[in-house]
């Protein structure tokens, strides 16, 4: 399983990469393969401010839909367009070209309540 040690993580599944007041953000290696062939990703919250833990979309599988929850609270600045033509990119590349949005961040603190590489892999192995 691959967990980079340069990300944040949440309970729910999703990774977070901070640069400066902007991060990237996407699901993990284990959401991915927990999900399946992933099929359609939905995001219509572009230019609005969301709170941490609130959906900012959601994610299609050939077996399920779930949504996709925000780290830390922000604005959606970017969507990753790419995905709406080639959704497999989560799957082959969940942590690179597999990234799903971009946000500007309202709180930097909130940060400090997330998982480590090393937290988020106990989580995934109990």
Not at 7 to 13: Q, R, V
Not at 63 to 78: C, N, R
């Amino acid at each position: 399983m691959n967990v980079p040690e340069n990300l944040k993580y949440t309970k729910d599944h999703e990774w977070i990469l901070v640069e400066g007041n902007e991060a990237t953000i996407g699901i993990t290696d284990f959401a991915q393969k927990e999900l399946g062939d992933i099929v359609f990703i939905e995001v219509e919250t572009i230019d609005e401010t969301l709170d941490a833990e609130e959906a900012f979309g959601t994610i299609e599988a050939v077996k399920t839909v779930s949504d996709m929850f925000m780290p830390v609270g922000g604005e959606v600045i970017v969507f990753n367009e790419d995905l709406e033509s080639a959704p497999e990119n989560v799957n082959k590349d969940p942590y690179g070209k597999g990234w799903i949005i971009k946000i500007k961040i309202t709180n930097i603190q909130e940060l400090d309540s997330l998982l480590t590489a090393k937290q988020y892999k106990d989580l995934i192995e109990a």
